[in-house]
């Protein structure tokens, strides 16, 4: 079975995404700690790996990089308040290009075909979950290993988001919810870190919009 490669963040989307490509390749889950305040995704994502019986899932610590964005993100601060609607303080520059650099970096060692993340059509306002991007550095990463694809020593990857596909977080959640069931509600889609999800940053009204527009009722817990 052809291999690829997930960013599994724990979160709504990247769980879903899994509905979608666990026919047809042997998945390896990778999550990044990256100094994010919303530490409980990590905890979500072992959850999640090990529901949908994934290949291998590695969590890697790259903490150092909450360093590199010192107070200028309010995912990564604590001295920024957390928005309801959507700031751009919210957007973690390039986060996604480091992410998929160093999934890609695993999948090459693998002779996957594929890495995935869990950008959807509603991800519009995120410069690095756009079509375009993932088109433009799937292309520089295969140029990173061109000897290597030439001598067929490496496949060439293809980059893969559902935004891609034009699809929405609402068509996430009903694919995800046939193969999760009840479990979609434990994935973590919040801001903050806390025995709940907070109910107010954008996230997690993002989250319950997607829910209502998928006709599913929300169970997850909120602290509003």
């Not at 990044?32 to 990590?42: D, L, N, P, T, V």
């Not at 929405?168 to 709940?196: A, R």
Request: charge should be positive; aromatic fraction near 10%.
């Amino acid at each position: 079975m052809k291999k690829a490669v997930i960013i599994l963040s724990g979160g709504l989307d990247s769980a879903c995404m899994v509905s979608y490509l666990k026919k047809g390749y042997q998945l390896y889950g990778i999550t990044f700690a990256y100094g994010q305040r919303a530490s409980e995704e990590i905890k979500a994502a072992k959850r999640i790996a090990k529901l949908l019986k994934l290949k291998e899932h590695k969590i890697l610590d790259i903490g150092f990089m909450k360093e590199l964005y010192g107070d200028s993100n309010v995912l990564t601060s604590t001295k920024k308040k957390m928005p309801s609607t959507f700031e751009y303080s919210i957007v973690v520059p390039i986060r996604n290009a480091i992410f998929l650099s160093i999934a890609t970096a695993w999948a090459f060692t693998l002779n996957a075909e594929l890495v995935a993340y869990g950008a959807q059509k509603g991800d519009t306002k995120y410069p690095d979950c756009r079509p375009e991007f993932t088109r433009k550095i799937q292309t520089a990463l295969n140029q990173g290993e061109y000897d290597g694809i030439k001598n067929k020593i490496r496949k060439e990857i293809k980059i893969w988001s559902p935004y891609s596909e034009n699809i929405s977080k609402s068509d996430l959640i009903k694919k995800g919810y046939k193969e999760l069931g009840n479990e979609i509600f434990k994935t973590w889609s919040c801001y903050l870190s806390g025995k709940v999800q907070c109910g107010k940053c954008e996230s997690c009204n993002n989250r319950k919009i997607a829910f209502a527009k998928a006709k599913i009722e929300d169970k997850t817990k909120y602290l509003k």
